[in-house]
């Protein structure tokens, strides 16, 4: 039941018709990765935050530190709610804070002597702080990038290279995996702990209920470490201390990526129903689905209403079940790891502050998709939204795990989309209708006593070494 490609029609290149959301300047962006690409090959040798062995005496102090590499609307927001922890940021320009010791533009100063590495940069630029930085042996990782990293492949670099996608063949990582592999990091590759959730920066910034998830190697020692120490920061900052934590970072990794491309999609779907006159905006981000609306392609009709809305994170979260299930990370907390952050997929969808929902609206709405990514706003901002170049790369990996079949048909919906294969509506159509056909075969599968099944091949091992970690 994937969304085959022969099916959509075709619509070649990115609509430029006139949007109904708000234009980006025509100022063209200096991004985070595009430069530090041309920086790349200018690193001759990496920073190190700490040199030779760590004595009993300095142990203590070096993890009281932590350097936060990356100084985003997220990184900004997390900084707000450690302020009983010794943190300093790195920000690789600053434009809109004082190098004035709080925040410093020096990478040597920002890593110097503090144990945990917080890396809160976006998913594309996370090779260039791989090259930047070779972490002492002791050090605690903890990676907030939310993508997958397809090594070589920037799609912000052209229009082209964000409609077609990454190469046929190409590995696409995630942030782990590629710390697994990067001579600068991997023999601190058990000392990584991924942080799911917390959610929106404005709510981290606002004091708001924060439901966290960490993963890390449990079955090692350096990473039992590692995630007691994460534990230890992370609980400063929830006042609830509503922390679940698993032994599978890449598996975690990937369900947070297809909650992205979940976002994405629900921002597509509401683009739709804007360009219908059917979404009405209401205060603090929110917004009211205000009649049903029939989109039709082909043999598929269906009608949008703020239920659809309902059926779309529901079907997403069996989507993630199914694609982690696929790179056989099996075991009891399957289920709980589909549930870990809904809380935050939830409430992306619902709002219309959501990075990932916006670029899906504006995209439905007649925007070129790479000027929203790469032009800055009337505020001097640029949109990052991870989902739009995780549909992408999720794809790439489902096709290229040739040991199973994953059921994924919201990713090939939103790359078909990327791909120009049909207009945003059409291929909205397609999915639901598609997805009906799903749900009525759940509803049989119950009905006469037999389990649903999962669409895949389960198997015991893969090239991506996720049964490594079960």
Request: hydrophobic fraction near 40%.
């Amino acid at each position: 039941m994937e969304l085959k490609n022969e099916e959509i029609s075709s619509h070649r290149g990115f609509a430029r018709i006139a949007p109904c959301g708000a234009h980006g300047s025509d100022a063209e962006l200096d991004t985070l990765f595009s430069k530090a690409l041309g920086e790349r090959h200018r690193i001759e040798h990496p920073v190190t935050n700490k040199v030779g062995e760590i004595t009993s005496e300095d142990r203590q102090a070096f993890y009281q530190k932590i350097a936060m590499i990356g100084y985003g609307a997220y990184g900004s927001a997390l900084h707000s709610r450690l302020d009983k922890f010794d943190i300093l940021p790195w920000a690789r320009r600053s434009t809109e804070h004082v190098d004035d010791g709080k925040v410093t533009t020096d990478l040597n100063t920002a890593i110097d002597g503090r144990g945990i590495l917080m890396l809160a940069v976006p998913s594309n630029a996370f090779p260039t702080v791989l090259d930047s930085i070779r972490p002492h042996k002791e050090s605690v990782i903890m990676s907030l990038a939310k993508g997958l990293i397809v090594p070589g492949w920037n799609p912000l670099e052209t229009e082209r290279a964000l409609r077609e996608g990454p190469p046929e063949g190409s590995r696409a990582l995630t942030p782990t995996e590629l710390i697994t592999e990067h001579k600068n990091w991997r023999h601190v590759a058990d000392n990584v702990v991924f942080v799911g959730g917390p959610g929106f920066a404005k709510d981290v910034r606002g004091g708001g209920y924060l439901g966290l998830t960490l993963a890390g190697r449990r079955s090692r020692a350096g990473a039992t470490d590692a995630l007691a120490k994460s534990f230890f920061v992370l609980s400063g900052m929830s006042g609830d201390k509503n922390i679940e934590i698993f032994d599978n970072p890449i598996a975690l990794e990937i369900a947070a990526s297809m909650k992205n491309v979940a976002a994405f999609a629900a921002g597509v779907m509401l683009g739709v129903l804007r360009n219908h006159g059917a979404l009405e905006d209401i205060q603090d981000g929110g917004y009211r689905v205000t009649k049903r609306v029939a989109i039709r392609h082909g043999d598929h009709s269906v009608m949008l209403d703020a239920y659809s809305l309902h059926r779309l994170v529901h079907a997403a979260g069996k989507e993630i079940v199914n694609i982690v299930k696929s790179e056989g990370a099996v075991g009891s907390k399957t289920t709980s790891l589909m549930m870990a952050g809904s809380h935050d997929l939830n409430l992306t969808v619902h709002s219309l502050t959501s990075r990932n929902v916006q670029a899906g609206m504006r995209l439905a709405c007649g925007e070129n998709i790479f000027d929203v990514l790469t032009k800055r706003d009337a505020n001097g901002h640029v949109l990052t939204a991870e989902g739009v170049s995780a549909s992408h790369a999720m794809a790439r990996r489902i096709q290229n795990n040739a040991d199973s079949e994953a059921h994924a048909p919201l990713v090939f919906a939103m790359r078909n989309i990327l791909l120009g294969r049909g207009q945003p509506e059409a291929i909205i159509a397609q999915y639901f209708g598609q997805l009906n056909n799903w749900l009525e075969d759940d509803a049989l599968a119950v009905l006469n006593g037999t389990s649903k099944p999962l669409r895949l091949r389960i198997h015991s091992g893969n090239a991506h070494g996720l049964s490594h970690f079960n």
